[in-house]
């Protein structure tokens, strides 16, 4: 057996029938928001490394993208030399849906490991949200150049949340 940690993996497809789409926004309903009928629709699961554990969906928490100019508007609590993607990756800090949204990003309600993201191709910070108890929190953000359509996979483990458009 491994030592590591597990790793969360994240992936975002291009939604093309709004149907399935809606489906998801459907059961949306907490203080981060609902998801929408258009974007990238994702799935997110947790790769486990420890031999036989396998793979599981993450069913509560929230996905979210910030406009990379906008990064100071939504996470308020950081000083601004930490508003980098070295410092963001492990970053935990409180995140309020009306910013993201003021800022032009969007939410996404993890619900059974699937989630809607409603945004436009351009520079993001990805960032993966938890309820800590104490509100909503970043669990670390990455870069990402979002095309207009297409997958993106988020992973998080030791390293921090890291983004990849494959």
């Known amino acids: 057996m ?49 031999e036989g554990l396998g793979s599981q969906p993450i069913d509560e928490g929230w996905v979210i993208a910030i406009p990379t100019d906008r990064i100071g508007q939504v996470l308020t609590d950081l000083p ?11 970053v935990t800090t409180p995140v309020a849906t009306e910013d993201v949204r003021t800022a032009g990003g969007s939410v996404g309600e993890l619900d059974g490991g699937r989630f809607t993201l409603e945004i436009e ?15 909503q929190h970043t669990s670390g953000c990455d870069l990402v150049d ?21």
């Open 80 to 90: 601004e030399d930490q508003l980098s993607e070295p410092h963001l990756q492990h």
């Open 2 to 50: 491994s030592g590591r940690p597990a790793r969360t993996v994240v992936v975002l497809r291009h939604a093309a029938v709004a149907a399935a789409v809606g489906m998801l926004a459907a059961g949306c309903g907490n203080s981060l928001g609902p998801g929408t009928s258009e974007g990238f629709a994702g799935t997110a699961i947790v790769v486990q490394d420890v």
């Open 121 to 135: 191709a351009r520079e993001y910070f990805a960032c993966l949200v938890r309820d800590t108890g104490q509100g």
């Open 146 to 166: 979002l095309p207009a359509t297409g997958t993106l996979e988020l992973t998080t483990g030791e390293g921090g949340v890291r983004v990849e458009v494959p």
